[in-house]
């Protein structure tokens, strides 16, 4: 091995190049053949500590430990004697496979100074050496033995006890974040009593995924509400307590994927474009997502639930949303838009459907009702198939001939719209002032079956569930 005084010096800067384009791990072993370059990779605008290891079981604590001692210490040691924090800092990732209680205050004073640097991309995912994991004596088959609130305190004791906790606190300096991915920690309550836009926690933030975390009751809305900028968030494998409320009038997509929540309820999302929900099935005293409630989300393009637990589901002021519905136990779908939406509903057990739209077709059966069939029709019809297996409908239109579907248009179908619905209830706001045979066969049509059919100025009435 040639000596320090052989070894050819070169300058800073091309040293400074090449570490940059190496991953974190290789630039400081490199920086052990030199002073020259100890401590250039510290300065690095992107730095990726990854411990590695096998997430399914390799607990090698004395390997934990060289990568906390070895690269995690010396670069807050150096950072910390040469004032490195000056310098710009694009993003950050530390993700530890054996994560120890003992490990808090490395990761706080590495957050710290990431943030002191204005890092903009922050990665961080602890997972709990199984060392530390404490199940409890809580199996999955011990589950049905606990009531609601036992089984969301036993779900978060194992391994979640020994996660690494962040506060209000601890996020009151990440200003600059525009990126956040989190994984495998616990986030308390950061609500504050003094809110404004101009001292939330995370003004710039634009992009938001968390994997594995467990929240405290309601922290994730009031983590939103510190969120006044954001448009991506996802949420993967986390525990949400009960209920998982958001509103945000910035976010643009929203993705919620085997999650632990009894209900959902997005409000006032008013740029929500995409929207994802997957579930697996709970246990029965807390099945996943049981409720899913949208309102006031108007730009909603893109929607696909898959709930095998789901029993309601509520779609409100939605003007053009295509998507799909996967729920074998629903029993009430409630939809209140426009008919440019179009869904795909798989739900054989739906007992209930309210459907409310707000298509003004008034002008449209003056001008071409006694001349030609409306372009509607066939829109119309497709539209409703979709809540054919419903035992009871609750329809409501704004003009009574749109439900008027002219008789040669009733004979080019083989089957009516609701071949078993029950029971009909529809309601517009210009109804007939007498009986009208053309109404009459139309409904008759469209459920052969119903037992009650009746309508009364737009009036919306108290559904079963």
Not at 304 to 329: E, H, M, R, W, Y
Not at 396 to 418: G, N, Q
């Amino acid at each position: 091995m040639a000596s320090e005084s052989t070894r050819p010096h070169m300058p800073d800067l091309v040293i400074h190049k090449i570490l940059l384009f190496l991953p974190t791990k290789s630039a400081v072993r490199l920086s052990f053949l030199s002073k020259q370059w100890e401590g250039v990779w510290c300065s690095a605008p992107i730095l990726d500590f990854d411990e590695g290891g096998d997430e399914d079981g390799n607990n090698n604590l004395s390997q934990h430990r060289r990568f906390v001692e070895n690269i995690l210490s010396r670069y807050l040691k150096f950072i910390v004697e040469e004032e490195k924090e000056k310098q710009g800092l694009q993003k950050v990732k530390l993700h530890m496979t054996r994560y120890l209680t003992g490990d808090a205050s490395i990761v706080t004073k590495l957050l710290s100074s990431s943030f002191e640097r204005g890092v903009k991309e922050l990665d961080i995912s602890l997972r709990v050496s199984e060392t530390q994991w404490d199940h409890g004596g809580n199996d999955i088959e011990n589950y049905n033995n606990l009531s609601t609130m036992q089984l969301i305190k036993a779900k978060s004791a194992a391994p979640m006890k020994n996660y690494y906790y962040f506060s209000r606190n601890a996020l009151a300096n990440a200003k600059s974040l525009t990126t956040l991915n989190f994984g495998y920690v616990r986030i308390t309550n950061i609500s504050s009593k003094e809110y404004s836009t101009s001292t939330c926690l995370l003004p710039s933030l634009k992009s938001m995924s968390l994997k594995t975390v467990h929240f405290d009751s309601e922290t994730l809305l009031y983590l939103m509400h510190e969120c006044p900028s954001i448009e991506y968030l996802s949420i993967n494998s986390c525990c949400l307590g009960v209920d998982l409320k958001v509103s945000s009038s910035s976010l643009k997509s929203l993705q919620v994927e085997h999650c632990d929540c009894f209900a959902i309820r997005v409000d006032n999302a008013v740029n929500l474009e995409s929207l994802a929900i997957i579930s697996d099935i709970g246990p029965p005293q807390l099945p996943n997502f049981e409720s899913i409630m949208l309102k006031d989300c108007s730009n909603l393009k893109r929607m696909n639930i898959c709930a095998p637990q789901l029993k309601l589901f509520s779609l409100d002021g939605c003007l053009d949303v295509k998507g799909t519905v996967d729920a074998p136990l629903l029993q009430s779908f409630t939809f209140k838009g426009y008919l440019s939406s179009k869904f795909s509903v798989k739900a054989p057990n739906l007992a209930w459907s309210r459907i409310v739209l707000f298509d003004n077709w008034g002008r449209e059966a003056a001008a071409t009702f006694n001349s030609r069939p409306w372009n509607h029709f066939t829109t119309l019809s497709n539209f409703l198939k979709e809540f054919g297996s419903s035992r009871s409908l609750d329809l409501y239109v704004t003009h009574i001939k749109a439900l008027m579907f002219p008789k040669d248009f009733r004979e080019t179908l083989s089957s009516p719209i609701f071949p078993s619905l029950e029971n009909f209830y529809f309601s517009v706001k210009n109804p007939f002032k007498k009986r009208n045979k053309e109404l009459s066969d139309s409904l008759n049509w469209m459920a052969p079956d119903a037992q009650v059919i009746e309508h009364r100025p737009w009036r919306m009435r108290q559904g079963p569930f």
